[in-house]
């Protein structure tokens, strides 16, 4: 097997097994692809593949002539099974079925991996040597990365804190978040500033339920996706994985959000210091290319009571307990507050809703979206989302 991709599949191919077919079809029927998918999965191949070439063109910008060379003799086989007619790799009957295989589906995992891996296939298509082949692989992942996160925006860790893909159904972008427009320039500007290299603020989102805190932080995908913003999702179970997460994605040339939704801890946990210390770095800093984003319905996240603000508890320093449970919100150098709407800024959040869903305005159904939101708990705009989709069903 070549020794820079270590994948099964691209391993059959080299070795000219048909078997491989059924793994190129169902993973272009995952993808959405079509045309030559033999090409297309080689592609993917080389865009998953982490390795010591891969790895310094995203995060040098500039390999040596020294790994050019040896990359280009590792690539070679490579270059010449892309070249080669899938015929001649999986014989007659099933190479002219991967030829031109027809897409099975309108929906793909990942729109934009589909979209990656094309653009790589077509511009590995137009190469003519194993040089340009290699120079060209080289391009693509100055501009676009290697591994996991070239295919993705967004990520969650599995079991042993390795960050894996997940969907979000759909692009969000910030026009679709009505209002707001103080919290989502700030956040904006921040995020633009580590996207420039520059240091960012850690940044806390807090405020009542459905006010769109969580989404505007989803929304950062559309809007910087495409520019290298990754984000991944941590919940606080995982704060154990932490250090080691970062350790891991300090030096890629990518920019990290690790973010923390609902983000809140009882009077009798203790696991918010471990979070205190990754924001305030300890002996390292926290990575510049690294910023955590939190949410939570809390100001100071940590729950207080009015049990803290007695003085007749046994414990002599009762101020110092206090303050050490506030100074976890102090270490977010950006704190944004999300408040529920008014009742006018309600309306207006369920006329623009009616409006993109084709459904028409008029008082009857603003007195119906009033009369829903005391059923339902509240001005929010979830509320307000949720009532549109229940005319929606109507």
């Known amino acids: ?59 040098t910008r500039k390999p040596s002539e020294e790994m050019i060379q040896y990359a280009q003799r590792e690539l070679t086989p490579i270059y010449e099974l892309f070249r080669a007619p899938a015929q001649e790799t999986l014989g007659s009957e099933y190479g002219a079925i991967a030829e031109n295989w027809k897409k099975v589906s309108r929906r793909s995992r990942s729109a934009f991996a589909t979209r990656i891996i094309s653009q790589l296939t077509r511009k590995l298509s137009r190469c003519e040597s194993a040089r340009q082949f290699t120079l060209a692989l080289s391009d693509f992942y100055n501009t676009h990365g290697t591994g996991e996160f070239a295919l993705d925006y967004a990520f969650r860790l599995d079991d042993g804190g390795t960050p894996k893909a997940i969907s979000l159904d759909g692009v969000f972008t910030f026009d679709k978040l009505i209002g707001l427009d103080a919290q989502k320039s700030a956040l904006i500007s921040n995020t633009r500033a580590m996207l420039a290299g520059k240091r960012a603020n850690n940044v806390l989102l807090y405020g009542d339920g459905g006010s769109g805190k969580t989404t505007c932080v989803k929304a950062l995908t559309g809007e910087f996706g495409e520019k290298g913003l990754r984000i991944i999702e941590i919940y606080r179970h995982e704060l154990r994985h932490i250090n080691a997460l970062i350790d891991s994605i300090k030096n890629r040339g990518y920019k990290f959000i690790l973010f923390m939704d609902d983000l809140s801890f009882e009077n009798n946990e203790t696991d918010y210091k471990y979070l205190k210390a990754l924001i305030d770095g300890g002996l390292e800093p926290i990575p510049q290319n690294v ?45 944004l507050y999300f408040p529920s709407p008014d009742q006018r800024q309600y309306l207006i959040i369920v006329r623009a809703l009616a409006e993109r869903a084709g459904i028409k305005v008029d008082a009857q159904l603003e007195a119906d979206a009033l009369r829903w939101e005391l059923r339902e708990g509240g001005k929010s705009g979830r509320t307000a989302e949720q009532f549109i989709a229940s005319r929606l069903h109507l």
């Open 291 to 335: 910023a955590v984003y939190a949410t939570s319905n809390r100001r100071h996240i940590v729950k207080e009571s009015w049990k803290d603000k007695e003085d007749n508890d046994d414990e002599l320093h009762r101020g110092d307990t206090i303050e050490e449970k506030l100074a976890l919100a102090k270490r977010f150098g950006l704190s």
């Open 1 to 59: 097997m070549n020794r820079l991709y270590h994948d099964t599949t691209l391993s059959a191919l080299l070795d000219k097994d048909a078997c491989a077919v059924h793994d190129i079809i169902k993973w272009a029927s995952e993808y959405g692809m079509s045309g030559n998918i033999v090409r297309s999965y080689v592609a993917y191949a080389l865009i998953k593949g982490e390795n010591a070439f891969s790895l310094s063109c995203e995060y």
